[in-house]
């Protein structure tokens, strides 16, 4: 039921139109009764009718001043000028308010309930793309955290999978061509007795108490640094967790271009390498280290690699980052990369199957365990799109349409759609077709054309030759055998 609320000094006129509208509309409206602009202005700021329908001359606050500050308490009311004035200053007035109609009295039935069932059918449609909306906006938040652990992977492995890291840009809302570095949060090994300020991050209460204290551990950093940063937060894989920081400034290897060549450390510092945004990675590593020693209570070593450009340059960072917390010791628990290499060898890559000194072989597997899940979400959001496929293959359906049902660009659908299912979209739906068009071919009652019809093509030669193509033999060939 949609609430109305009807404004008019004359108590008669609103107890007309409220009888002409229940008896025309019965069951529609819940109605509500202003016999001035205030009364009228309170009313719809306690009711927050649907519709409100307004004359312009009463006392105190008029209609046209009445509708505008009720426009500004629910601008989605619909607003409806009911008055006996037809001056046009005041339809003027109305229209820049945003009066949805503007009515003559005497009201006539018919086109009140005309402009009252066209306003109903607003609403509804309306609701429908808020439901539409928040949909999307659900399911956006689902895949939001996978792809960010996904692009996290990708700037943490040398080799990358085949969903492109354009893409997970682009669904995060970053930058196509960032700046910025990477922070490593290595954590200790808590001692199982251990009693600390926060819940353990490696604690004794069993298998789910240590899985809880690990996410408590991870929302917490997570949380902290998004209110600080752009970032992409890697998951917590063992007892590391990498942060990249993103800014689409320049680096100080840029030279003030915005751009930066990948070459070899130089001569200068550390902290002016690292500088992004007004602030340097050693900062950012130092205050995260407070946070995290201090407030959490865990004993952590962060490692900062330089501020580089662009995707291949967040990759170096990390291995920068790498490096910087293999070298650290307790002298130092914050520590930037200086261009020295770590232990014997180049900065280690999380990637690296043979992983040395400081990032340990159980990130490889985490890595995996997290690819693994990625797999599974993304089987599932397939399963939903072709289903839909399955159900609508015989009408004009665009590979557009399919993306949208499963709130994806039609790029990133296209290339999951080909690469889980063995086949691009166009591929699957004539598959799709042509099995179908094989099963009524065994009804010879069905011509060929009415079978061309029925599985979704309008021009036979043109179903003829895809028929062709796809057995090897014609329609009727088929038929005949």
């Not at 840029?254 to 007004?278: F, K, M």
Request: hydrophobic share 35%.
């Amino acid at each position: 039921m949609y609430r109305l609320l009807i404004a008019d000094d004359e108590a008669l006129e609103r107890e007309g139109l409220e009888w002409m509208i229940s008896r025309s509309m019965p069951g529609v409206f819940e109605v509500i009764h202003a016999e001035n602009g205030r009364t009228a202005i309170q009313r719809a700021e306690r009711h927050r009718p649907d519709i409100v329908l307004m004359d312009i001359k009463m006392p105190g606050i008029e209609g046209l001043e009445a509708l505008r500050r009720i426009k500004e308490i629910h601008p989605r009311m619909k607003l409806v000028l009911v008055t006996a004035y037809d001056y046009f200053s005041y339809a003027k007035q109305a229209l820049e308010i945003g009066v949805r109609d503007y009515m003559l009295k005497p009201a006539k039935r018919e086109q009140m309930i005309g402009l009252l069932t066209s306003l109903v059918q607003e609403l509804k449609e309306e609701h429908v793309r808020r439901e539409e909306e928040l949909k999307t906006t659900e399911k956006l938040a689902r895949l939001e955290p996978l792809a960010e652990s996904e692009l996290a992977m990708h700037l943490m492995r040398e080799r990358t999978s085949e969903t492109g890291e354009s893409d997970l840009l682009e669904l995060l809302d970053l930058p196509a061509d960032p700046s910025g570095y990477a922070l490593v949060l290595s954590f200790e090994e808590e001692e199982p007795n251990r009693v600390s300020g926060g819940p353990g991050l490696w604690g004794s209460g069993g298998e789910n108490g240590d899985t809880a204290s690990r996410k408590h551990m991870y929302d917490a950093v997570k949380s902290w640094c998004r209110t600080r940063y752009t970032c992409v937060v890697s998951p917590l894989v063992g007892r590391h967790l990498a942060v990249f920081v993103i800014r689409p400034g320049e680096t100080e290897e840029s030279g003030g271009t915005g751009r930066s060549s990948y070459s070899e450390p130089r001569d200068a510092s550390a902290e002016e390498d690292a500088r992004v945004g007004g602030e340097t990675a050693a900062a950012a590593a130092g205050k995260l280290h407070g946070y995290v020693s201090g407030r959490l209570g865990r004993r952590v070593t962060v490692g900062a690699g330089r501020a580089h450009h662009g995707l291949t340059g967040l990759r170096r960072s990390y291995a920068e980052a790498c490096a910087a917390a293999i070298n650290a010791d307790e002298s130092a628990f914050v520590r930037v990369y200086d261009g020295e290499p770590a232990g014997e060898g180049p900065p280690v890559l999380a990637g690296n199957a043979a992983a040395g000194d400081g990032v340990p072989g159980e990130l490889e597997l985490a890595a995996q365990r997290l690819l693994s899940e990625r797999e599974e979400r993304t089987t599932s959001v397939l399963k939903e799109a072709k289903d839909w496929i399955d159900g609508h293959f015989v009408e004009e359906i665009t590979l557009e349409q399919a993306a949208e049902r499963v709130h994806l660009s039609p790029h990133y659908f296209s290339k999951m759609f080909k690469r889980h299912m063995g086949a691009t979209f166009i591929d699957y739906v004539t598959r799709l077709r042509i099995e179908r068009a094989k099963e009524l071919m065994k009804n010879e009652e069905l011509s060929l054309k009415e079978v061309c019809f029925e599985v979704g093509y309008k021009d036979p030669n043109y179903f003829s030759r895809v028929f062709r193509k796809v057995t090897g033999v014609s329609p009727t060939e088929y038929r005949g055998r």
